[in-house]
């Protein structure tokens, strides 16, 4: 459901950012994400946002702001199911993340998988064989403050409600959106307050359905599903824009998918060893 509703929000924005600022978007996102999760704070009231942890949420609140952007700012540049695909890079630069910051130990097979994973997505942008799109650029970027966001996630999912977890996560895009919007305001005509609201609740429902994944299952699991949105995106980019990908990103987007899933399978077994270590 999250990769469904992520493509959905994503044709969404290309149809408005025709001629809609992007910043402007990315407000209205928030807005109507608020408005659709104003049925669920009525029913649990003050507790629906009583918290310990503001300044993760505000951490995660501020990161969010920046992928929304950067996703939103490059959905209006590339192919959708090539967007999809360079997200695949995620659990990648997450692995690499961990390295640097965590000072977690690498092997030489969890380094393989990396490199594999980055000529994966090299097929994908083939730089020196066609330009790079500067919304490839926007998509990585994006992909590299999501990495951030999904430790937090999982992090704030052991103590805190999930759809407490969405609601934090637009009411912090919100305040952050709004001066940009302003200074790029133009009035959107009624077909665009559709596809608005479309962006709104498709957005609300990409972060309910998904943090829900992380409460029911590992992080390493619920990121290999997600390889279900490339085939979803390139059946609504060629049903709404026709959009027909290359080969490259097929072939490109099978290798992360491989090399992304091999880290993950690395991760649950190295868990599962330090579990049963701990335990005796």
């Known amino acids: ?30 807005l109507f994400g608020i408005a659709f999760m104003l049925p669920w704070l009525l029913r649990k009231g003050f507790a629906g946002i009583r918290t310990k942890r503001l300044g ?14 950067f996703y939103f700012s490059a959905a209006a540049l590339i192919p959708l199911a090539d967007l999809t695909s360079i997200t695949f890079t995620r659990p990648i630069l997450g692995t690499i993340a961990a390295i640097i910051f965590l000072k977690e130990v690498a092997g030489g097979r969890r380094w393989s998988a990396i490199g594999i994973g980055f000529i994966g997505m090299l097929i994908i942008v083939r730089p020196g064989f066609v330009e790079v799109n500067l919304g490839v650029l926007l998509v990585l970027c994006g992909v590299m403050f999501q990495t951030c966001n999904t430790i937090i996630v999982k992090k704030l999912t052991e103590t805190e409600h999930p759809d407490t977890i969405v609601l934090y996560h637009t ?17 959107p005509t009624p077909e665009q307050w559709m596809w608005l609201a479309i962006i709104g609740a498709a957005g609300i429902l990409t ?7 992380f409460v029911a299952a590992d992080a390493s699991f619920v990121l290999a599903m997600s390889y279900l949105r490339l085939p979803i995106a390139a059946f609504v980019g060629f049903a709404f824009f026709g959009e027909v990908p290359v080969i490259w990103v097929w072939i490109g987007a099978s290798i992360i998918c491989a090399s992304s899933a091999y880290i993950a399978h690395r991760e649950s077994v190295l868990a599962q060893a330090k579990q049963a270590e701990d335990a005796a």
């Open 207 to 213: 972060q309910r359905a998904m943090t829900r994944a």
């Open 56 to 69: 993760l949420f505000a951490i995660r609140g501020t990161g969010a702001y920046f992928v929304t952007y």
């Open 1 to 30: 459901m999250a990769g469904f509703c992520f493509t959905v929000s994503m044709m969404a924005v290309r149809k408005v950012s025709v001629d809609m600022h992007v910043f402007e978007s990315v407000m209205f996102r928030s």
């Open 171 to 187: 009411l912090f895009i919100l305040p952050l959106s709004i001066i940009p919007a302003i200074y790029f305001w133009q009035t």
